[in-house]
């Protein structure tokens, strides 16, 4: 079935960096964006950015542009998010979400990966 | 961009409606047609229950339905279920090429 699969769990120090994984299966992983979406805890959804897997192109919020990567590995049909700099407040579960079209809703996720920014 | 406006939280009994409003600007909801509606239970993943203000994704119950006037969409629930209870998003493609979410919403089924 159509699914996103994320990595696990992380725990970083204020300062590191970070990169979640969201790998892709069921569908044709070049015909549709990938938009990473974050949420701190108790707090509401955040939108970061989103990456085309055919072409590479991204797009970043205004807050995340400098300090967010996204990439993505078309032979193992995987996206990835990198943060670096990281600070407290960045602790949140971070979402992959897939696209159809460039205005179009995130119609599949994936189950989130909490990460934790603690001294 | 600023956040699409949502009420804090609603509430309802069995089998009556509730409706969420997502207000936002003349950027966002205003110009677009691309109002989406997400369900999230506690430690869940959203879900997509409304895409382009009114249509439903296969495999939605007919009880959810979605409109828009103005700067404003809405999400009707009608003959609420217990199992509804969750927090509702609501987001918009903006101006700006980026998307922007609502604050959320708690429905609660008394």
């Known amino acids: 079935q159509v699914q996103l699969v994320q990595s696990g769990a992380e725990v970083k120090k204020p300062g590191a960096s970070m990169k979640v994984s969201c790998k892709a299966s069921?569908?044709?992983?070049?015909?549709?964006?990938i938009h990473w979406v974050r949420q701190a805890p108790g707090q509401g959804l955040e939108w970061m950015g989103w990456?085309?897997?055919?072409?590479?192109?991204?797009n970043y919020a205004q807050k995340f542009q400098g300090w967010v990567t996204m990439t993505r590995d078309t032979s193992i049909t995987t996206a990835y998010m990198e943060v670096s700099s990281l600070r407290s407040d960045d602790t949140a579960v971070y979402y992959c979400?897939?696209?159809?079209?460039?205005?179009?809703?995130?119609?599949?996720w994936g189950q989130g990966t909490l990460v934790t920014v603690s001294s | 961009q600023s956040a699409l406006t949502q009420p804090p939280s609603v509430s309802g009994s069995p089998g009556q409606s509730v409706t969420i409003s997502c207000t936002g600007t003349?950027?966002?909801?205003?110009?677009?047609?691309?109002v989406s509606w997400y369900q999230q239970p506690p430690g869940t993943a959203p879900k997509l229950m409304i895409y382009?203000?009114?249509n439903r994704p296969s495999g939605v119950p007919d009880r959810f339905s979605g409109s828009k006037s103005d700067n404003t969409a809405s999400l009707t629930i009608s003959g609420l279920q217990a199992e509804d209870e969750a927090d509702y998003y609501c987001?918009?493609?903006?101006?700006?090429?980026?998307?922007?979410f609502g604050g959320g919403t708690k429905l609660t089924v008394l």
């Open positions: 979400a897939r696209v159809r079209t460039y205005t179009g809703a995130f119609d599949i």
């Open positions: 990456i085309k897997p055919n072409s590479g192109d991204t």
């Open positions: 069921g569908y044709s992983f070049t015909n549709y964006y």
């Open positions: 003349s950027s966002d909801i205003g110009n677009y047609d691309r």
């Open positions: 987001s918009s493609y903006t101006s700006n090429r980026t998307r922007v």
């Open positions: 382009e203000v009114t």
